[in-house]
Each structure stands twice: as structure tokens, then as C-alpha cells.
């Protein structure tokens, strides 16, 4: 994902967190540049909506560069 | 696996896990080209069918290129 | 092992499962050649009968390479 | 984190583990300089405030030089 | 340990666990030469007699070459 | 930490796991030197004074090089 | 710790762990040359006395070469 220095990571985390169906959301710098950082999310829930992770991070200036990898599992489990 | 850039594998690993027999769907992206994907796919379940799987994933575009490892119990275990 | 391109490994795998003594097996693909595949087959079992694994591998017209670890534990324990 | 070789880092980890809303805080040598330290700092807590973690440690003399990972999981959980 | 190609590693197994004061035993295929395999053994027991095993290996044609760990508890602990 | 060949490791733990505060304590070799040894030492406890700690290597000659890391957690947790 | 080829590892595991305040010892194998083998050995127990397994060592012919290292904890632990 790519952002820009603002707002820290650690507000992308809260924010995420803060949505509906999200458990836990783990954010990491992965590259620093000049006026963009790229990081990894990492979020676990049982309702996550890809367009609602969306729609937060771009309200927060940040864009999803790619979705790596996905688990998903029964509810009824 | 081989698909397309459409649908992304958020919609592969749901489809995945909402087939009967299947508990849980995992999708990772391993590489990609310029029209296609290359996906890896783990499912676990109490009743997996190969060709329903293999059925869900052509309806999405999808082509299963190899079955690396396959892991059997018996139920009554 | 040595087997023909077909059948499948999840044949395989099911096959071995289903054989008496047997509680699990996992099968996974090591090398594929032009007219054979070479795969590792690792069972869990209270009875394993080598004699029924190989006849039934040999009936699906797979051959065993080689033995290459067995552990065998007291059934009192 | 930049840190002068004051305090030493036994302080450090004792004054952000006595802070509200942290339960542990582990800090570990990363480069000693001239008239710096280098430190890693990790903290985890049910109300980490970062603004008291920054406030704290510039008291004792240190810098956040980067936060590089944040992990959020939501109190209901 | 080094033994003739006959009899296979699973009958080896099979025969140590048998033994008196021995709970599991385990033996893997380190080289094959042409006349002889050299194998690893391992035997975990309550009462494990070292020359119970060398006897018994050796009326399989088996020699052992080295013991290279051995461990040993209070039977009171 | 520096040490002079004498006395023995096992002194050093034995002596730090007997201060008040310390539950355990491993002392192992790092390099040895003509005249002194350079240990690690770590140790775990509910209420470590470094400078107990420091106070008792020095009775046994041994000089705290450097402390490389220190985790603290909230008593209450 | 250096011993003559006799007596083998198995007969100074089983010295050792008959000792009084030792639970557990392991010996294995570093190097083997002409005359001696180099073994490494480890024990656990809730009274060891390291003079005690140097004598039970001296009388099987071994000498300890080194202590590597030392853990101890508080009995009340």
C-alpha cells in the first residue's frame, strides 16, 4: 500500500481496527521514499469488507497497491 | 493456478469457502503477468470435491495448472 | 514413488486412506517427467499393512522407489 | 530511537512500563555511537497513548527516530 | 548402522519395537551402497538393554556402527 | 561481561539466582581470553536491582560490560 | 569433555543420571579420534553437585574440558 508520510501508521491501525467486521489490524513500514511510504495491513475479522478497508484508506490519502493474500473460512465453524 | 486480473482473489478464496464440504479457502498471489495470475490455493474441509472446486474456479476464469499435495484422514478418526 | 500421469494424487491419497490400519496419508508431487510423476506418500497408521499399500498403489499403477523412514511404536502405550 | 548513552536502558524500559495504559515495554541495544545509542523499543498495552510514549522518553533524553510496526485489536475482542 | 538391502527398514522397526523396555523405534535410510544401507536408528524406552538391541540386529544381519546420543532420566522423576 | 577465569560460571549463576528478586539466572561462556572471559549472562526475576546485581559480580570480579537488552512488565498484570 | 573409547556414552549417561540430585543427562558424540572421543554433555536436576560428576567422570576415565554453560533457578520457584 502506498501513503503519504501522513497520517502515521499508527492512525492507519486505529482507523482500520475501528471498522466494522475488523478484529485486529496490523500495519508495518515496508519502504520510506521521498513523499510516500509503502507499508503492509494485515487485518483478521469476520466481516471484512474490502470496500469499506478501501474507502478508509483512501480517506486517509493512502492507496491499496496490491492484495497478496486472502483466508477465508466457514462462520459455521 | 492461472486467472485473469478479474476477479481478485478476495472473491476466489470467499467463492472457495462457500462451496459445500469446504471449511476453509486460502489464496496467495505467487506471480504476476501481464493478462494473468499465478495463484496458490489451500483448502481444507470434511468433504472436498475436486471437480466441484474445479468447476467454481472455471466459472471465475480460473485454470487449476497442478495439484501439489494432497493430505487424506479417515473420518472416523 | 513412480506413478503414470494418471491417476490423480487425490486418488491417491483417497485410495490409501480407505485401506484398513491406515488413518491418514498425505501424498505430495516431487518431480513430473514426460510419462511419469515422482511423489512422496507419507502414511499415519494403528495397522499399516506395507504388503496392502503396495498392492493397492500397484493397482492404481504406481510402484514404490524406496522406504525411507518408518517409526513404529508399542501398542500398549 | 536515539537515545545519549544516559540514561541507560534498564531506565528506559522501567519508565514506559510504569506508564497508564502499558503492561510491558522491552528496549534493546540496536548501535552505540559515539554519543548516541541506537534502541529498539517495543511496548504493548491496552491504552498506549503515543504522545505519552514520545513525552516520556524525551524527558529521559530520546528521540523516536521511526515507528515501524502498530498492531490494533478492538477491546470487545 | 550398516545392514544388507535385506530385510527392509520397516522390518527392522517393527523388531526393535518388539523388544522388551522399548516404547518406540524409528529407522531412516541415510546411504544405499551396493550391498549394504546405512541407517539411522533411533529407540526411545523405559528400559532400553543395549545389547537386547545389538543381538537383536544382529540376527538381521545388522552391525551397529555407532551410538552417537544417548539419554537418560530417573525412572522417579 | 568480563570475568577472570576464576571463579567457574556455575558460581556467578549459582550466586545471581541467590540475590533477592532473581528466580533465574544462566550465565554462558561468549570468548575466553589469556586471563579473562567475556559470559553472557541473563537473568529473570519480579524485582532485579542492576545494581544488587552489579554489586555481587563484582565480589566475584566480574565487570558488567554492557546490558543488551531489558524487558518490564506491569506487577498487576 | 575428553574419554578414552571405553567406557561407551551410554554407561557415563546412565553414571550420571544415577547420581543424586541429577533428573536427567544426555551425552553425545563431537569428535572421535585415535585414542579419545570428545563428548558433550548435558544435565539437568534439582541438586546437582559439579564436583560430584567430576569424580563420577575421573572414575570412568574422563575429564571435563569445559563448562559452557550454566542455568539456575530459585528452589521456590
Redesign the interface.
Given at each position: 500500500m502506498l501513503k503519504p508520510h501522513e497520517p502515521?501508521?499508527?492512525e492507519?491501525?486505529?482507523k482500520?481496527?475501528?471498522l466494522q467486521g475488523?478484529?485486529?489490524?496490523?500495519?508495518?513500514?515496508a519502504e520510506i521514499d521521498q513523499s510516500t511510504e509503502s507499508v503492509k495491513v494485515s487485518i483478521e475479522g469476520t466481516g471484512i469488507s474490502?470496500d469499506g478497508v478501501r474507502k478508509a484508506l483512501e480517506e486517509l490519502g493512502a492507496v491499496i497497491h496490491?492484495?497478496?493474500?486472502?483466508?477465508?473460512?466457514?462462520k459455521t465453524?
Open positions: 502515521p501508521i499508527q492507519l491501525a486505529s482500520l481496527a475501528s475488523i478484529d485486529r489490524a496490523s500495519v508495518s513500514l474490502i496490491s492484495i497478496d493474500e486472502v483466508s477465508v473460512a466457514k465453524r
